[in-house]
DNA sequence: ACCGTGATTGAG
DNA sequence: TCAATCACGGTT
């Protein structure tokens, strides 16, 4: 019994959707020793196109968000603050830049935690999320209940509209109520 | 509150 | 070239 893989057809949908239904699935990754890490998706947030302020392809097209233009489902990772490695999914129709920002799991809380704690790196942006490819998603079939919205972090510079849009998802498990 | 840290970006 | 900026996290 295969655990559905996410695939393409997924992540070419709008980009809110596609952040607020990941909630709940697995994201799994292959570590380095061959030991396979899943963990349940519980935040994410949506970057919407060049008319969103926030997003990174606000200015256009540039070596650094170029994949966000490519194919859904493709892994757009990127250094942030010299530090640590932030986590997306390009989504959408080719052409058309966005993407899901994985922002925490059930098991670690912080975009940038969240890489460290799996062990992943730039050496895997602009693949594919598949298997094979050591990243990918799989379908859970745990219901995903009570989902909050509201604004993204991080994103003040972008302006009051774009900053205050509800386009951050979380959810908590049922046994914890807070 | 403030700062580490370095790629990315647009301007000069 | 150069300096400002930054989808964060840990400490004060």
Redesign the pocket.
Known sequence: MDNTVLGKDFFNRPVQRVARELLGNDLCVVQENGRIIKMTVNET?A?DGEKDL????S??K????EV?YGEAGVI?L???????W?L?IVCGDNGYPA?V?LRGTHEVK?????TKRLGIDGRLNRKTAIRSNGLWFEQKKSACFDIKTGP????T?AGEYWAKKPYRFWFSKPESSA
């Open positions: 947030e970057y926030a997003c990174h392809a200015m256009g540039t070596p650094r968000n966000m757009y990127y250094l942030c603050y010299g530090m640590h932030l997306n993407a920002l912080g975009p940038g935690r969240l993204r972090v991080g994103v510079y």
